[in-house]
């Protein structure tokens, strides 16, 4: 089992930056892929970055792509998600998920080994 626990979240304004972080415990973090994910109200729950057990590789939405930076301690059992530039329509409560397939796969399927509860992101204009 892994648990995790996402933290950062907050109220800021269009242009700000905003860091999350994941912790995991349980099993170790390295023997998984990792992942965030978003869920906007109204909206189903959609990938926005993941990386790979190693760091070797990192994939990201189109959405998010060149404002959105994704990094994991395995040291730390953390991951992190730097977001710069953030917009209004970036307002959605993130998901960090862990899996033991491909980090390059996570984009292409909604079932994750495991979740964590959210944190809430809200940009305002």
């Known amino acids: 089992q892994v648990q995790l626990v996402e933290s950062g979240g907050g109220l800021v304004q269009a242009g700000d930056s905003l860091r999350l972080s994941c912790a995991a415990s349980?099993?170790?973090?390295?023997?998984?892929?990792m992942g965030w994910f978003r869920q906007a109200p109204g909206k189903e729950r959609e990938f926005v970055a993941s990386?790979?057990?190693?760091?070797?590789?990192?994939y990201y939405a189109d959405s998010v792509k060149d404002r959105f930076t994704i990094s994991r301690d395995n040291a730390k059992n953390t991951v992190s998600l730097q977001m710069n530039s953030l917009k209004p329509e970036d307002t959605a409560v993130y998901y960090c998920?862990?899996?033991?397939?491909?980090?390059?796969?996570?984009?292409?399927?909604?079932?994750?080994?495991?979740w964590g509860k959210g944190t809430l992101v809200t940009v305002s204009s």
């Open positions: 349980g099993r170790t973090s390295s023997g998984y892929a």
């Open positions: 990386i790979s057990r190693l760091s070797t590789g990192t």
């Open positions: 998920a862990a899996d033991a397939r491909a980090a390059s796969t996570m984009g292409q399927r909604s079932g994750m080994d495991y």
